[in-house]
């Protein structure tokens, strides 16, 4: 990780800069298989399936027995700390239930908001070297909270045609029924438009690579919609000479472990300081499973020094972190001051690893810089809110010539008209 002293605003642009993304030949990749899905369902499915994960299906879905056969596999140690993050998971998202609004702007005008589930939403759980089980508590969870009547999951199997036990655990556990073995853009395609075995839903959910990604982004202009713009994860660590240098070594570590495009920061006020970590950076690498894949996401991080806490808050808010870990002496003075970010994690003993599994928040974020204008998966990911508005009689006669006279102005003459008839017929009535 190279550091940087004190670099000028100008060449903030340049240090906040992600690993670029190849977008076209992904793109024209993504395309051709969204494509075959459409067309032909299941049959490409099934063929992707054995040119791209190497095994022959006989069933997309996943049946009851593999469930259970799963379930009994799964420790009990196991399962208590799965169920036990569910539950924080739960408290925290129901938290997030908001009152409908009821408003009476004006006498005999009366506005209303409630939230209603999406009826049908698609969850996509990451598979390959890294199962990630925890993204089904993530998604679930609060699926199940909003009231989705129909959840499906898509994930990818692995080399025997089997789904990872604790994906099928934690997917039992949270409610969801139909599971099935696709991964890939393919499986955001099925989701998308449908196929004979995978139903057509509104909303698609998930991390992935960036084939899914794309892929969700290429659904979501025509069909359906998606939780949220991403790309490779990434954390931002902001820390003073009161952290601990082998603590946020640790956390740069374990952001970077997640693949080899994903990103890990340092800003900090002390030159001596970075070296530190940089020591406990590679004293750490040594013992850990994906040392390779740390080694190629460090080669696209860097350690930034600013002097002064303004710069740096304004460099973390620049950036707009996925993850973003605040180390420093009165942290939640720094946390007032941050806009833009995915989710924050307040001083030396709150892990970005805690809030992956099983503190309550979510962790499915936006990345790449979306956080400057996109929020976490929250509770109203999976709700729409509808607003109503009753007006009577009285209501109208006080309302309607402010509507009729912003209408000619306009000159919409129905909208006007639309005011006019029922302003009239009151009139009537009253002589």
Known sequence: ?????????????????????????????????????????????????????????????????????????????????????????????????????????????????????????????????????????????????????????????????????????????????????????????????????????NKIFGPGNRYVTEAKQQVSRTEVSIDMPAGPSEVLVMADETAYPEFVASDLLSQAEHGPDSQALLVTSSHAFAEQVMNCVEQQKQILSRASIIDQSLANSRIIVLDSREKMTDFANCYAAEHLIVSMENPWDIVSHITSAGSIFVGNYTPESAGDYASGTNHTLPTYGWARSCSGVNLDSFTKKITIQEITPDGLQCLGPIVESMAQAESLTAHRNAIAVRMKTLNSKKC
């Not at 490409?44 to 799963?70: P, Q, Y």
């Not at 924080?88 to 408003?103: G, K, N, T, Y």
């Not at 005008?109 to 939230?115: M, N, T």
């Not at 990872?164 to 409610?175: H, K, P, T, V, Y």
């Open 1 to 201: 990780m190279k550091i940087y002293d004190n670099p000028g605003r100008e060449q903030w642009a340049s240090l906040t800069a992600r690993n670029a993304i190849e977008s076209a030949p992904v793109g024209e990749v993504v395309s051709s298989i969204i494509t075959r899905v459409r067309e032909e369902g299941d049959s490409a499915l099934f063929d992707f399936c054995r040119t791209i994960d190497g095994v022959s299906l006989t069933s997309l879905e996943v049946s009851e027995a593999e469930i259970e056969s799963a379930c009994e596999r799964v420790s009990p140690e196991l399962k208590a700390s799965i169920e036990s993050a569910r539950d924080h998971i739960l408290r925290f998202h129901e938290a997030q239930r908001m009152s409908p609004v009821r408003v009476e702007t004006m006498p005999g005008v009366c506005c209303y908001q409630r939230a209603v589930p999406i009826d049908q939403v698609g969850l996509y759980v990451p598979g390959g070297s890294a199962p990630l089980f925890s993204t089904v508590l993530m998604l679930a969870v609060p699926a199940f909270i909003a009231g989705c009547r129909h959840v499906v999951m898509c994930t990818p199997p692995d080399k025997s045609g089997s789904v990872n036990d604790l994906i099928l655990f934690s997917a039992r556990l949270c409610g969801v029924t139909h599971i099935y073995k696709v991964g890939g853009a393919q499986a955001i395609a099925a989701m998308a438009y449908g196929t004979e075995s995978i139903p057509k839903v």
